[in-house]
């Protein structure tokens, strides 16, 4: 994985996050390969929508994981509300039988995991930080 940073017309950055979607009861979906790979084409087709960058994406069998790198104008919750609306409807359309393990039609968990994660831990962020504040007072 780069560690490289992204620039923007008036930005220089770094965003990478990790989500975890889990399904609704974890009942055990992924148990095949096709569903598997099906699921990480599609979202990596609504990741390319959203001009995200899918940098890992892994399955076990009552969720997923995945790194993705977005950019500072990105509107997290409408990707992840795509990913999930998407992916849900898509798969139990390929593959009627999930709806047999699924409670109710209901694919995904309503809630889920995002963490942000950069090249720049925040002990060293906090550190500039303050850093700053020592400059600002040396100059005075």
């Known amino acids: 994985m780069s560690h490289d940073l992204d620039r923007g017309a008036h930005s220089v ?3 990478y996050y990790h989500f ?15 569903l598997v790979d099906f699921l990480k084409t599609k979202v990596r087709e609504i990741a390319d929508r959203f001009s ?14 995945m790194l993705f790198k977005g950019t500072p104008v990105l509107r997290i ?12 409807r898509e798969i139990q359309r390929r593959f ?7 409670w109710k039609g209901k694919m995904w968990a309503p809630s889920y995991f995002l963490a942000t994660s950069g ?7 906090m550190k500039y930080v303050e850093s700053q504040e020592a400059k600002r007072t040396e100059s005075v």
């Open 96 to 102: 009627p039988e999930v709806k047999k393990v699924l």
């Open 52 to 65: 995200v960058e899918v940098v890992s994406i892994e399955c076990d069998r009552d969720h997923f994981h």
């Open 77 to 88: 919750t409408e990707f992840v509300n795509a990913v999930k609306t998407i992916t849900s």
């Open 119 to 125: 090249q720049v831990t925040l002990p060293v962020m």
């Open 13 to 15: 950055y770094s965003l």
């Open 20 to 34: 975890i979607q889990v399904v609704k009861y974890r009942r055990e979906v992924f148990v095949n390969d096709e």
